[in-house]
């Protein structure tokens, strides 16, 4: 379901735009649809009174809890069960945070990550992802959600934007909170300055050669390296958030002395961040993260050379270093 294919439905129920900002709001943010706390709804056009236990029998039924998995006391993975009975992940982060998926499966077959193993399965509607919100604050509150779990945002960017100009302009989260990653898409850079809510933004960026990041993310859209950081670059002036890099540190892979060189040249006076996530061991894969000392020589080199640079925390690498492995996991089970 689409928040606007939502919206559209209310409408033909006599609903006015405030109506559905009203059932909008209370749906996302959990609380009541009257500001002053009555229960009674009367301020719904009566078709819409009658309708509403079963849209909201529906709105609930879009994200399902199917598994909670705790990493510690502030992280754990939710496996989310769908309508159609597709599953994605959620995660729950340190302060509030929540990554959300986007897509059940994801086409850019990035070979560290097992998202990508089975290619794209569907889309996610918008309503969904804003459902994947709704879930979590049913376990705890949510005033971060980053869009980085399974799938690529520009890949489905009209129910992302969707999505995020309902979380900042009714959810409850502030613009500054709302994060979409990326792998790199001209489409993600002509629209995000159009739109009404401009979320920060996360750039996948994995290695500065084009040869090994084409090998790396072999179905994502090549654009040159410099040319997305610049336009990175531009939207982080424009906004006033930087842009984080992420980038997947694998031994032997993208780790060398000859990429942190570049980076450092790459990011020299720009507006960002970059977040080193050692890779997570996965089954089936030859890949390992780098020593400690190395990946802490690393980062010390890039801030010795005026780079923000971090290793993202244990929390943060089980997040991201394992995407979509849950899923794989719950699948297998299933077929077992
Ligand atoms: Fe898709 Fe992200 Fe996995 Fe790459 S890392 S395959 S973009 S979900």
């Known amino acids: 379901m689409r928040i606007s294919q939502l919206r559209q439905r209310l409408h033909d129920l006599g609903c006015k735009p405030c109506h559905q900002d009203r059932l909008l709001r209370g749906w996302s943010q959990l ?37 909670e998995y705790p990493a510690d006391a502030e992280v754990a993975r939710l496996l989310v069960g769908l309508a159609d009975g597709q599953m994605v992940e959620s995660v729950l982060l340190p302060r509030g945070g929540l990554c959300v998926s986007t897509q059940v499966g994801c086409a850019v077959g990035c070979v560290f990550c097992m998202s990508g193993r089975d290619g794209l399965l569907r889309q996610l509607g918008s309503a969904e ?51 979409l990653s990326t792998v790199g898409d001209l489409r993600v850079f002509e629209r995000l300055p159009q739109q009404l809510v401009k979320p920060a933004l996360a750039l996948s960026l994995h290695s500065t050669d084009a040869a090994l990041r084409a090998r790396l993310l072999p179905q994502a859209r090549q654009i040159a390296v410099a040319e997305l950081v610049q336009r990175g670059e531009d939207y982080a002036r424009a906004t006033g958030y930087p842009v984080q890099y992420q980038w997947t540190l694998i031994e032997g892979v993208n780790d060398s002395d000859a990429e942190v060189e570049r980076i450092a040249q790459l990011l020299s006076g720009k507006y960002a961040v970059m977040n080193f996530i050692p890779f997570n061991d996965v089954e089936g894969l030859p890949y390992r993260r780098p020593s400690a000392e190395r990946m802490a020589y690393m980062v010390g080199t890039l801030k010795q050379r005026g780079i923000l640079a971090r290793l993202r925390d244990s929390a943060g690498q089980e997040v991201e270093g394992a995407c979509g492995q849950l899923r794989a996991r719950a699948a297998t089970a299933r077929m077992a």
Not at 32 to 42: F, I, L, V
Not at 151 to 175: C, K, M, R, S
């Open 129 to 179: 992802i804003v459902a994947q919100v709704v879930l979590a604050r049913k376990r705890r509150a949510v005033s971060k959600v980053v869009f980085m779990g399974m799938g690529e945002p520009a890949h489905n960017l009209d129910n992302v934007l969707e999505a995020i100009e309902v979380l900042g302009t009714l959810g409850g989260i502030g613009h500054k909170n709302l994060v």
């Open 31 to 67: 609380c009541s649809y009257d500001k002053k706390g009555s229960p009674a709804q009367t301020f719904f056009p009566a078709a819409l009174r009658n309708e509403l236990p079963a849209i909201e029998a529906e709105l609930d039924g879009l994200a399902r809890l199917h598994g």
